[in-house]
């Protein structure tokens, strides 16, 4: 069984300042992904990487794909209240599994 | 499109009672899951399944079961509830990875159902 741990397990920042959450694993995965989800929600799709070393922007958000395929990053810009969540990676190969989760949480 | 909804939205439960935790689809999606959310925790998965009339256990099946007899449903029965059982549901569908291009498929979510075991 393939283990995604994610860094940290909580995070708690002030609005306006730059974070950064990981997702690790001792395995190649031929893709991943990033899942944002908001409290009585399910979890939403916030991209796909599939290349090693790729990096994807949406607005604020920076993803970015390990050259090895082993671990993913997301580097969030300018941190507002409406980044509050659960920060949830998945990867695998044929089988794909979410990881432990970044539970974040912007300060007004 | 209502995309997957799930009934009902809460639930308690007495220690052996039984239930059945409902999710339909209206994409045409192949394939479906269901997952438990414990408390602060990532999502593990009970069962999946690829089509009508084929489903396979995940991570944690025990004490449950699914059946899907049509493409768009989806039920997780609970035959004897336990307090371990006491979390939150979610169904997920997507199109399988071959119709995604080889990629990771994109999973669509319900709502979720929160379950309490007492």
């Known amino acids: 069984t393939q283990l995604l741990e994610q860094s940290p397990q909580f995070l708690s920042i002030q609005e306006g300042e730059n974070l950064t959450v990981y997702c690790n694993s001792s395995s190649v995965f031929s893709s991943l992904q990033w899942y944002r989800q908001e409290p009585g929600e399910g979890p939403v799709l916030l991209v796909t990487v599939v290349t090693g070393g790729e990096v994807k922007k949406l607005k604020r958000l920076t993803f970015q794909f390990g050259d090895a395929r082993k671990d993913s990053s997301l580097h969030i810009t300018a941190a507002q209240p409406g980044d509050t969540g659960l920060y949830l990676c998945?990867?695998?190969?044929?089988?794909?599994?979410f990881g432990t989760g970044t539970r974040l949480t912007i300060i007004p | 499109n209502a995309g997957v909804t799930q009934t009902p939205k809460f639930r308690i439960l007495k220690i052996g009672q039984s239930m059945t935790l409902q999710c339909t689809q209206d994409m045409n999606h192949n394939y479906m899951y269901w997952y438990r959310q414990d408390p602060g925790m990532g999502l593990k998965l009970i069962y999946y399944?690829?089509?009508?009339?084929?489903?396979d256990k995940g991570e944690v099946p025990n004490g449950y079961n699914v059946s899907r007899s049509t493409t768009e449903d989806f039920p997780l029965r609970l035959e004897l509830a336990a307090p371990s059982q006491t979390s939150v549901y979610f169904c997920a569908s997507s199109f399988p990875l071959s119709t995604s291009g080889g990629r990771a498929d994109t999973q669509y979510f319900g709502p979720g159902t929160r379950l309490t075991v007492l």
């Open positions: 399944s690829v089509g009508a009339g084929i489903t």
């Open positions: 998945r990867a695998g190969n044929e089988k794909l599994t």
